[in-house]
């Protein structure tokens, strides 16, 4: 499996529409809603699929301004304020972190910059094939959709230096 971010990885996300409509995933697969540390609801989650890509499209309101890091967590548990009860990344191929020449793994997602206003959509695209992406999203652990104070570097093993949980989603499939 490889994961593309939609404009590039050094780019901030903040998309509408990138996918052609022709290309986009049709069948809505899972959802989350996500809650800051103090329970707050900060965002929703919806994930679609088609035979060869995930599209894991967001919402995100009253957040924090600026750049965030957003991972899959291999718990699907969301305990506060913490959220530590998620594990880590999301890594079944136990490959190094980052996308940057290295490949990443599954819990690597672009980072998603939020306007001053609080409020973004995003996309992140999965690509492998539908049957293995969902059987590790929706394991018996269950995942978890996060999203970190500070941008991800791509780089820093295991989780990008992307600073602590801020926002957490329990992944359910649909």
């Given at each position: 499996m490889?994961?593309?971010?939609?404009?590039g990885?050094?780019?901030?996300?903040?998309?509408?529409?990138?996918?052609?409509?022709?290309?986009?995933?049709?069948?809505?697969?899972?959802?989350?809603?996500?809650?800051?540390?103090?329970g707050t609801?900060?965002g929703?989650?919806?994930?679609?699929?088609s035979?060869?890509?995930?599209?894991?499209?967001a919402?995100?309101?009253?957040?924090?301004?600026?750049p965030?890091?957003?991972?899959?967590?291999t718990?699907?548990?969301?305990?506060?304020?913490?959220?530590?009860?998620?594990?880590g990344h999301?890594?079944?191929?136990?490959?190094?972190?980052?996308n940057?020449?290295?490949?990443?793994?599954?819990g690597?997602l672009?980072?998603?910059?939020?306007?001053?206003?609080?409020?973004?959509?995003?996309?992140?695209?999965?690509?492998?094939?539908?049957?293995?992406?969902?059987?590790?999203?929706?394991?018996?652990?269950?995942?978890?959709?996060?999203?970190?104070?500070?941008?991800?570097?791509?780089?820093?093993?295991?989780?990008?230096?992307?600073?602590?949980?801020?926002?957490?989603?329990?992944?359910?499939?649909?």
């Amino acid at each position: 499996m490889r994961i593309r971010s939609i404009l590039g990885l050094a780019a901030a996300l903040t998309i509408s529409g990138c996918i052609p409509l022709s290309d986009a995933p049709d069948e809505r697969v899972g959802s989350a809603g996500l809650k800051s540390a103090d329970g707050t609801s900060v965002g929703n989650v919806q994930i679609f699929a088609s035979e060869t890509k995930a599209v894991i499209s967001a919402a995100f309101f009253r957040m924090p301004a600026g750049p965030h890091a957003v991972h899959l967590h291999t718990v699907g548990k969301c305990e506060g304020p913490e959220f530590k009860s998620a594990g880590g990344h999301l890594n079944p191929s136990q490959n190094d972190h980052g996308n940057v020449g290295r490949g990443g793994h599954l819990g690597d997602l672009p980072n998603v910059t939020i306007p001053s206003a609080g409020n973004a959509t995003y996309q992140a695209i999965i690509e492998g094939p539908k049957d293995d992406i969902l059987a590790h999203i929706f394991d018996e652990n269950g995942t978890t959709l996060m999203v970190h104070a500070r941008a991800d570097d791509y780089r820093t093993n295991p989780s990008g230096a992307a600073g602590p949980r801020i926002a957490c989603g329990v992944l359910k499939s649909a």
